[in-house]
């Protein structure tokens, strides 16, 4: 069997007429098979410095950023590397089918990520102004409820798989709520939600599913707004039509339902496994906020952001990009690129240069609700449950791991039942007004009811296991 001719160094596919057209796909690395992200990035920087070819599905070439540096130039130079997919070469040639799962990721929408400039500038304004009337107090009185209402849902024995009872529905129960909608919409949402990003067959259907109650949520928000995001962008000075709504709730409600799971579900891993970890933080010497920042720098929630698109030719990392070729922006390996951090080692404690949240006019304008989510309910959880231990060996603890996300698959323990809970009433639905009083951005309506707080004795407890 002869080797296959080398990938030329200056572009993603050869030209034809070069001895190597046509064998791409059997000398790069396909995404949709990587099953250890961190090995395979790894691998990648090392046979191809920090960008590197891949293949999308469908064996259509792409560019990863794998460096640090190079990731925050991308981020940076919207006019050399726009997020306009509509650029995309293997759209404008017709080689991405209508099936495809990686189209509900990165087909052209009306949203601020698809958008450069002042219309970007236009459509993400009305979303950090919705987002900013829900401040840290009414997050944390959201997340109480929610935390206890699941808790109480736990198995009776006393055992719980804190990632399928707890990390997956929590920020989904929140954040449908901040969105505008009922109770009863949160957990319809949380499997379509979890299986859009993860590029598989049905994604374009749990698409489907999310978006068709958005327009529901929308439609009944005309008629009777209220204090949430929903009503914040149908009011807002932008004007924004019916679907740039909708795509904004939905951008909004996946990127922090994903993002905040896996930070929850990682950050309670290591609480649970890592003895160093536990004893620095029952010792004072890390805060909750700063492990979540480390777990942000180690695991950062999406490891894959697609994508940039190449406005013109030009060159990145020693590598020639043609106008028109899609860059993966590789967070997790520029996060660990030996560049930034030659030792992993090194606690990254009060240090938020990571790329969990991107960078530049694209970084994500709701960083603080995912933290504040995941801070509050970690927080809250280990106070109800202050004995919770794994119930298996830490060495058994699965994974689940794709190309774009990394977390543990479950996380099964026991506890003690806690005395009390506290109230179960589910919070109401927000009140209506027209327009948004600006009282009522201090907080929700519906989180304004007192939260009876259970005494903060986890750090002890930990300390004394």
């Not at 109480?144 to 798989?161: C, I, P």
């Not at 010497?285 to 480390?294: G, I, K, S, V, W």
């Not at 922006?329 to 240090?351: C, F, K």
């Amino acid at each position: 069997m002869t080797t296959p001719p080398p990938i030329p160094a200056d572009g993603l596919v050869p030209p034809p007429g070069c001895p190597a057209h046509g064998m791409a796909p059997n000398a790069l690395r396909r995404l949709a098979e990587i099953t250890d992200p961190a090995r395979a990035y790894e691998e990648l920087r090392q046979e191809h410095g920090p960008v590197a070819p891949v293949l999308l599905h469908g064996d259509i070439p792409a560019w990863i950023v794998l460096g640090y540096r190079e990731n925050l130039e991308v981020m940076r130079t919207p006019l050399v590397f726009s997020r306009d997919s509509r650029r995309w070469n293997a759209f404008l040639e017709g080689r991405v089918p209508a099936d495809s799962p990686f189209l509900p990721m990165v087909a052209w929408q009306p949203l601020c990520v698809f958008a450069d400039g002042a219309e970007h500038a236009r459509l993400r304004g009305a979303v950090v102004d919705g987002l900013a009337q829900f401040n840290r107090r009414g997050m944390r009185r959201y997340v109480t409820h929610y935390t206890r209402e699941l808790v109480a849902g736990f198995k009776a024995d006393g055992t719980a798989d804190l990632v399928h009872d707890y990390a997956e529905p929590l920020p989904m129960l929140v954040v449908s709520r901040l969105l505008g909608m009922t109770p009863d919409k949160g957990p319809l949402l949380v499997e379509p939600t979890l299986d859009l990003l993860r590029g598989s067959e049905t994604a374009a259907a749990s698409n489907a599913v999310v978006t068709q109650v958005l327009q529901d949520l929308v439609a009944h928000k005309k008629t009777a707004p209220g204090n949430d995001l929903a009503s914040s962008l149908i009011l807002h000075e932008s004007q924004l039509t019916d679907t740039e709504i909708v795509e904004h709730l939905r951008l909004t409600l996946v990127a922090a339902h994903q993002g905040t799971v896996n930070l929850i579900a990682q950050t309670l891993r290591l609480i649970l496994t890592d003895r160093r970890f536990r004893g620095s933080l029952s010792g004072g010497r890390m805060t909750l906020p700063d492990a979540l920042e480390q777990v942000m720098w180690d695991n950062p929630s999406i490891g894959v952001v697609p994508g940039r698109w190449a406005t013109d030719d030009t060159k990145l990392g020693g590598r020639h990009i043609r106008k028109g070729d899609l860059l993966l922006l590789g967070i997790a390996a520029a996060n660990v690129d030996p560049e930034q951090r030659p030792d992993l080692s090194v606690p990254m404690h009060g240090n938020r240069s990571h790329l969990a949240l991107s960078a530049g006019p694209h970084e994500c304008p709701g960083g603080d609700i995912g933290r504040a989510i995941a801070d509050t309910g970690i927080d809250e959880l280990m106070a109800l449950l202050p004995d919770v231990r794994l119930a298996i060996p830490e060495t058994e603890i699965g994974i689940t791991a794709d190309w774009l996300t990394r977390r543990p698959s479950a996380l099964p323990v026991q506890f003690t039942w806690p005395r009390s809970i506290g109230s179960q009433h589910v919070p109401p639905a927000p009140a209506a007004a027209q327009p948004l009083p600006e009282a009522a951005r201090v907080a929700p309506d519906s989180v304004t009811a007192a939260v009876s707080e259970p005494p903060r004795s986890w750090w002890r407890s930990l300390l004394n296991r």
